[in-house]
T-cell receptor, first 113, second 112 residues
Framework: AQSVSQHNHHVILSEAASLELGCNYSYGGTVNLFWYVQYPGQHLQLLLKYFSGDPLVKGIKGFEAEFIKSKFSFNLRKPSVQWSDTAEYFCAVNAPGNEKLTFGTGTRLTIIP | DGGITQSPKYLFRKEGQNVTLSCEQNLNHDAMYWYRQDPGQGLRLIYYSQIVNDFQKGDIAEGYSVSREKKESFPLTVTSAQKNPTAFYLC???????????FGPGTRLLVL
């Protein structure tokens, strides 16, 4: 069975700091990888996704993530965070052709102005 | 505007009562899903449907039931058998198997 680990439960940063949120998955085969974001009071939105090709994917709002197959990782990065990035971030994985999307437990990000 | 709507935003349930959460999409997606979100536990899959008149149990289906009579609608009933129903419920849809899932705004269920 596939599983996703997000080891950072709560991250607090100052504005303009660089961000990296960890995501590791356990699944032996080909995977699709996703990062979703949930801003306060808003619904879950897709930040970026990786299906195949270039392992460095760029998403909305300046976010990017790198798929490192040898490390089973898909870490989310942003070079300079803003106060508006305060939200909860979820990593998710599924196998191509599989309906089941498995989510990590989420990382709450708080940006201090 | 295309999207997924869920109603109501807040729902209160009395002990022993069944309640139904609505989920509608106008994205013409074949697949629809229900998740439960609890603090510190992420999202867990309750039920999913790949096509009209067909649905499968997810990881935590006990105490829940669904129907898929129309492509655009996938209501979730929280039955009295669900002993811990207080949670945030999210509906999602996707164009097909393994495709990106898009989420609705959620319904928060509280037990009185």
């Amino acid at each position: 069975a596939q599983s996703v680990s997000q080891h950072n439960h709560h991250v607090i940063l100052s504005e303009a700091a660089s961000l990296e949120l960890g995501c590791n998955y356990s699944y032996g085969g080909t995977v699709n990888l996703f990062w979703y974001v949930q801003y306060p009071g808003q619904h879950l939105q897709l930040l970026l996704k990786y299906f195949s090709g270039d392992p460095l994917v760029k998403g909305i709002k300046g976010f990017e993530a790198e798929f490192i197959k040898s490390k089973f990782s898909f870490n989310l990065r942003k070079p300079s965070v803003q106060w508006s990035d305060t939200a909860e971030y979820f990593c998710a994985v599924n196998a191509p052709g599989n309906e089941k999307l498995t989510f990590g437990t989420g990382t709450r990000l708080t940006i201090i102005p | 505007d295309g999207g997924i709507t869920q109603s109501p935003k807040y729902l209160f349930r009395k002990e022993g009562q069944n309640v139904t959460l609505s989920c509608e999409q106008n994205l013409n997606h074949d697949a629809m899903y229900w998740y439960r979100q609890d603090p510190g536990q992420g999202l867990r899959l309750i039920y999913y449907s790949q096509i009209v008149n067909d649905f499968q149990k997810g990881d935590i289906a006990e105490g829940y039931s669904v129907s898929r009579e129309k492509k655009e609608s996938f209501p979730l009933t929280v039955t009295s058998a669900q002993k811990n129903p207080t949670a945030f419920y999210l509906c999602a849809s996707s164009a097909g198997t393994g495709e990106t899932q898009y989420f609705g705004p959620g319904t928060r269920l509280l037990v009185l």
